[in-house]
């Protein structure tokens, strides 16, 4: 069976980074070669190719208009590997969903069903926004830009899914849509994200600063590490429970399809925020790092608490947050971080075959005969 390598799933080189005595001391400012200089600024006398090894992931002068030769090929690989994953929500078929959630699921079962999407709505939908609208904007090298501009459209097309299970479904929108501004369990996670968004957008931030950068690499970490390398990672899970006893398979299937951009956003998040560490002569702040899972644990305990106060079968709260925690080790050792919570233990075996699902195999099997292909839309 296909065995992802869940550490780094395209096995992109990490960059060793400066020792710790070393971190703390701002990175000696690249001097602007004519090379550098943006195109617009150079009389035509001073053309030249540019020198890969010159770009930077922030800050950088090189020409951000031209995607090769490569500093990251890395990040070329994510942008190749990520177009593999290609569905669309109207690919799987939804209609014995229709039947379970109506007729077969319990009022727990529909209760967890409700609040996974609820919570998933408002999460992609920032996602996308933190990506689209504060990193890809700070990004200056294009082959990291390339990326995020597919992570962008892949938070859309997550949206879309959502949408498209509440509407299969004859969901209450607006009641669907609205959860996370009146369930605190769910507002306390979207909050702690939004505070770190916020912190990334603000307008006046100059990454030339030592305290801006600090600030944007601690809210790039959070996304990549928690947001979407341990909630996202860990939040298709209840749904993942019942499509295991033959229940909402169609929701489970499309989530199947979501968890594998998830596991390729967050493992290339966190390999930027290495490659920024390393270049910008950073490191993580241990006592930020600590509080930063504390809080991530006591907002998603209150969720896993609130989504199962009893469990439902084959699922319960505790191992939903026992599985959190498991993650969260994975992804402090991506950042050779320490563990934030060393006596985790994988609570969710099943979890990983889940996102290495035989893509082409199930997708025949399940696929809507009246798909419209490229060739075959009618207008
Ligand atoms: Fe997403
Ligand atoms: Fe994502």
């Not at 780094?8 to 070669?33: H, V, Y």
């Not at 540019?50 to 690989?77: C, H, M, S």
Request: net charge negative.
């Amino acid at each position: 069976m296909f065995q992802p390598n869940w550490e780094d799933p395209l096995n992109a080189a990490i960059p060793s980074l400066p020792d710790f005595q070393a971190a703390g001391k701002p990175a000696p400012a690249p001097e602007p070669a004519d090379t550098e200089k943006p195109l617009d600024s150079l009389p035509p006398e001073s053309l030249a190719p540019i020198n890969p090894q010159d770009k930077r992931v922030v800050n950088g002068l090189t020409d951000v208009n031209q995607l090769a030769p490569f500093k990251y090929p890395w990040a070329w690989e994510f942008f190749l590997n990520a177009n593999k994953n290609h569905w669309t929500p109207l690919d799987i078929n939804m209609g014995q969903d229709v039947q379970d959630y109506h007729h077969r699921l319990t009022a727990e079962e529909r209760h967890v069903y409700e609040h996974v999407l609820a919570y998933l709505t408002t999460s992609d939908i920032l996602a996308m926004r933190n990506i689209g609208l504060a990193v890809m904007e700070k990004m200056s090298a294009p082959e990291l830009q390339i990326y995020q501009a597919r992570q962008v459209y892949e938070e859309s097309m997550h949206t879309w899914t959502y949408q498209h299970c509440i509407e299969t479904l004859g969901l209450n929108q607006s009641e669907i849509y609205n959860r996370y501004r009146v369930v605190p369990a769910l507002y306390h996670k979207i909050r702690l994200a939004q505070e770190r968004l916020n912190a990334a957008l603000r307008p006046d931030i100059d990454l030339k600063q030592r305290d801006d950068l600090e600030e944007f690499v601690e809210s790039y970490t959070f996304f990549a590490a928690v947001f979407e390398g341990s909630w996202f990672y860990n939040g298709f899970s209840p749904v993942f429970a019942l499509q295991r006893r033959g229940l909402m398979k169609g929701t489970g299937e499309q989530f199947q399809y979501i968890l594998r951009d998830e596991v390729m956003h967050a493992a290339f998040g966190l390999r930027v925020v290495r490659q920024i560490l390393q270049e910008e002569n950073l490191s993580l702040n241990p006592k930020h790092w600590k509080q930063m899972w504390e809080a991530a644990e006591a907002a998603e305990t209150q969720y896993a608490h609130f989504l199962l106060p009893e469990p439902i079968l084959g699922y319960r709260a505790e191992e939903h947050i026992e599985q959190f925690r498991f993650v969260a080790n994975r992804r402090a050792k991506q950042l050779k971080m320490p563990e934030p919570f060393p006596s985790a233990k994988n609570a969710l075996p099943w979890l990983d075959e889940q996102a290495s699902m035989r893509k082409e195999k199930n997708f025949f099997e399940t696929r809507v005969t009246e798909y419209q292909t490229g060739a075959a839309l009618s207008w």
